[in-house]
């Protein structure tokens, strides 16, 4: 973000220069590159949250002690609490096949990054050490009028510092070398006639600490090596700072001192157009002396800059602060909890990090954990105390949202079971299936999908952020148990919430309500909607909202007023009913939010599919009879309009899935596009489901029917 912020006020001022470079001095552009360099020398945001760099404060140490009792435990000791965790050790970490999946791209690409910085450094560093060498083989004694006329200058323009000169039959121009004791080197061939405007050349780069400048400029290319823009730049500074200190320079000089000042130039064309990093140079190739005399012969009196440079300056930090601000709180977390996902619940440092870095209920305090890792199947055992000294309820639904979060980064955990040390209390037990049930409901994708990339986990993220949220609002109504009580967009959180008969009274069919409120990001609270048996869906951009009640569908605004309503027969262009008992299904917005797609169903069954299309309000409606949609298993993609779906039938219980799974009968799996109205079959198993998922618009994932892992079927494009 930083190199792609900083390459685009690299390019304005290419472009300033370019038309504007007789107006301005060329000291303006000095500053301004030194500025941006500075900048670019730390490829993060101000806050220190957003880098490639790991600055995060590791949770408490853990110190480590064997068990001789037990060799397959180990107790380790938090040392900021003084508390004991038992934690049984993998010790055999059993060999489960689990899906393939791409390793993180950003910490590949920050391991070629690494490789990249270490090249050009130690290239560029190799490079001055070889031409150092050189040069002090090839070292003598200046002249002794030559000193004398140095040492003159010297005293009157830099009389604090430090500096010697000497003579090199290895270089053709004279230049500064050397940061801590810099040395003057001159050609031995060197035109002595005008040799005092040399002196002042290279005296003037050594008051302003230009070695430091080109060093600074040189760090800023190393870490942004792989961005050609920067290094436009480096070479633009360089020139630069060399037409600048030709102003410093002449600034006094009358025409015939110029024109003298030129001529000395003209003699000392360079043979070597780059000097190496540490030095300065009088010369340059041809073409940037022909810019240096232009500049020293023109009689254009150049602006300052100075409000230039101090705008920039107050607007890069501005820059720095904004990407601090904007991606300090979501990303880190992300970063954070994903930065410990592993494959194995054995992996003791990595699930000790994640469980510490999750919020729980109030209610409870973490205190300890438990792998259970040596058979299947593979769990978690967290003890917590109350928090509280009153009586309370505990209840394992109030662990639900953290816990798939912890699903989502380990993934071959089975079950996460919750435990009040203090009284020996089992709070209960969340298996991956039933959570995998909460998240395909509400975000569309299980939890080893959820953790599969960065970019999946962050919508977890942002749903756990916001129940932590809804939480702080304290409302004791949210209706939790519906299967989609909750939405987050933009910071924004809508949910539902039921309003129940009061106290002692009994229910009927008109004292509750459904309501539907939407949250803004300070917690301020509006009702959109009210009726009984609510659903909803909202746009990606917010501008709609889909309720489903009894009556059918109706379309609200983000500020609840009333746009559109359908009823089923509507729906189903007149071949259904409302009185049919018939039921809608809200299958979901597509991503650029114009299209919404849902269906008409018998119990489980889609009979029809429709399309509403908001920008002219029509609906497109897909039969769905003749295809062999068992029920079970049927997902749409609402970009495409494509469905993968099996014939594996509905099971009411136990016994009704056992009957059918001994039966042995062939189930397949199918892609359909409604559009072509294409029937492709995928695969098949014998009595076996396949939860397929769709990964992306083009790929689809399901259970392999011959073994444990998932299989990725690509689509056509």
């Given at each position: 973000m930083t190199s792609l912020i900083m390459s685009i006020i690299i390019i304005f001022f290419f472009i300033h220069k370019k038309f504007r470079s007789r107006k301005f001095s060329s000291k303006m552009y000095y500053w301004i590159w030194i500025i941006i360099a500075i900048r670019l020398m730390f490829p993060f945001d101000i806050s220190g949250e957003n880098t490639i760099y790991n600055f995060s404060s590791p949770v408490p140490e853990h110190k480590y002690i064997d068990n001789e009792a037990n060799p397959k435990i180990t107790k380790y000791e938090n040392k900021e609490e003084n508390t004991y965790n038992e934690i049984i050790k993998n010790e055999n970490k059993t060999n489960i096949t689990v899906e393939d999946r791409k390793g993180n791209i950003k910490d590949k690409l920050s391991k070629i990054w690494i490789v990249g910085v270490f090249i050009y450094f130690s290239y560029n560093l190799i490079l001055y050490l070889l031409f150092k060498i050189r040069v002090q083989k090839s070292l003598s004694y200046a002249d002794e009028d030559i000193e004398i006329r140095f040492n003159t200058l010297k005293n009157v323009i830099i009389p604090n510092q430090n500096v010697s000169i000497k003579e090199s039959k290895y270089i053709d121009s004279s230049m500064v070398m050397g940061l801590i004791k810099p040395t003057l080197l001159i050609p031995e061939n060197i035109n002595r006639k005008n040799i005092d405007y040399i002196f002042k050349h290279e005296f003037v780069h050594l008051k302003r600490r230009d070695i430091f400048y080109k060093l600074i400029i040189f760090f800023s290319t190393t870490i942004h090596w792989f961005n050609p823009v920067v290094h436009i730049m480096a070479k633009r500074a360089g020139e630069d700072l060399e037409l600048s200190c030709d102003e410093e320079v002449t600034k006094d000089m009358d025409e015939e001192d110029r024109i003298k000042y030129s001529k000395t130039l003209i003699d000392s064309i360079a043979l070597v157009v780059k000097s190496p990093i540490c030095t300065t140079s009088f010369s340059g190739g041809k073409e940037m002396i022909k810019k240096r005399l232009d500049q020293i012969l023109d009689k254009i009196k150049r602006k300052s800059g100075k409000p230039v440079i101090v705008l920039l300056a107050i607007f890069v930090l501005s820059i720095s602060l904004l990407i601090g601000c904007e991606t300090k709180g979501k990303q880190n977390l992300t970063d954070e909890l994903y930065s410990y996902r592993t494959e194995y619940v054995g992996d003791n440092s990595k699930v000790g990090n994640i469980v510490s870095r999750l919020e729980f209920p109030k209610e409870y305090n973490y205190k300890s954990m438990e792998i259970l890792s040596k058979e299947e199947p593979y769990g978690l055992k967290l003890y917590f105390t109350e928090n509280q000294d009153k009586d309370f309820e505990a209840s394992i639904e109030e662990f639900k949202v953290s816990s798939t979060i912890i699903f989502s980064l380990i993934d071959n955990l089975d079950k996460v079971t919750y435990i009040l040390e203090n009284e020996e209390i089992v709070i209960g037990t969340l298996e991956r299936e039933y959570i995998d049930?909460?998240?395909?409901?509400?975000?569309?994708?299980?939890?080893?999908?959820?953790?599969?990339?960065?970019?999946?986990?962050?919508?977890?993220?942002?749903?756990?952020?916001?129940?932590?949220?809804?939480?702080?609002?304290?409302?004791?109504?949210?209706?939790?148990?519906?299967?989609?009580?909750?939405?987050?967009?933009?910071?924004?959180?809508?949910?539902?919430?039921?309003?129940?008969?009061?106290?002692?009274?009994?229910?009927?069919?008109?004292?509750?309500?459904?309501?539907?409120?939407?949250?803004?990001?300070?917690?301020?609270?509006?009702?959109?909607?009210?009726?009984?048996?609510?659903?909803?869906?909202?746009?990606?951009?917010?501008?709609?909202?889909?309720?489903?009640?009894?009556?059918?569908?109706?379309?609200?605004?983000?500020?609840?007023?009333?746009?559109?309503?359908?009823?089923?027969?509507?729906?189903?262009?007149?071949?259904?009913?409302?009185?049919?008992?018939?039921?809608?299904?809200?299958?979901?917005?597509?991503d650029d939010s114009l299209n919404f797609w849902g269906g008409v169903n018998n119990l489980w069954l889609p009979l029809k599919l429709f399309k509403i299309n908001v920008v002219d309000w029509s609906i497109t409606e897909y039969d769905m009879t003749k295809l062999s949609i068992g029920g079970t298993e049927f997902m749409l993609n609402t970009n495409t309009g494509k469905i993968v779906f099996s014939d594996f039938p509905i099971t009411f219980d136990v016994d009704d899935l056992s009957e059918f799974e001994m039966s042995k009968e062939k189930v397949t799996l199918f892609y359909y596009d409604l559009v072509e109205k294409e029937l492709i079959p995928i695969d098949s198993s014998v009595a076996k489901m396949f939860n397929p998922e769709w990964i992306d618009d083009f790929t689809i994932e399901y259970d392999n029917p011959k073994g444990q892992d998932r299989i990725r079927y690509k689509l056509k494009d």
């Open positions: 049930s909460i998240t395909i409901s509400v975000l569309g994708m299980n939890t080893k999908e959820l953790g599969s990339s960065k970019g999946k986990f962050n919508k977890l993220v942002e749903f756990y952020e916001a129940y932590n949220r809804e939480n702080i609002l304290n409302l004791e109504d949210v209706y939790t148990d519906h299967y989609h009580f909750q939405e987050n967009h933009n910071g924004n959180i809508y949910l539902i919430r039921r309003i129940e008969p009061a106290a002692g009274e009994e229910w009927t069919d008109d004292n509750w309500t459904d309501e539907l409120w939407k949250y803004d990001k300070n917690n301020e609270g509006k009702k959109l909607y009210a009726c009984q048996g609510l659903d909803f869906r909202v746009s990606s951009n917010e501008k709609y909202i889909l309720i489903e009640d009894h009556d059918g569908l109706c379309i609200i605004d983000s500020e609840g007023n009333k746009i559109k309503s359908y009823t089923i027969e509507e729906l189903s262009n007149g071949k259904y009913k409302n009185e049919d008992e018939l039921q809608v299904d809200m299958q979901g917005w597509s």
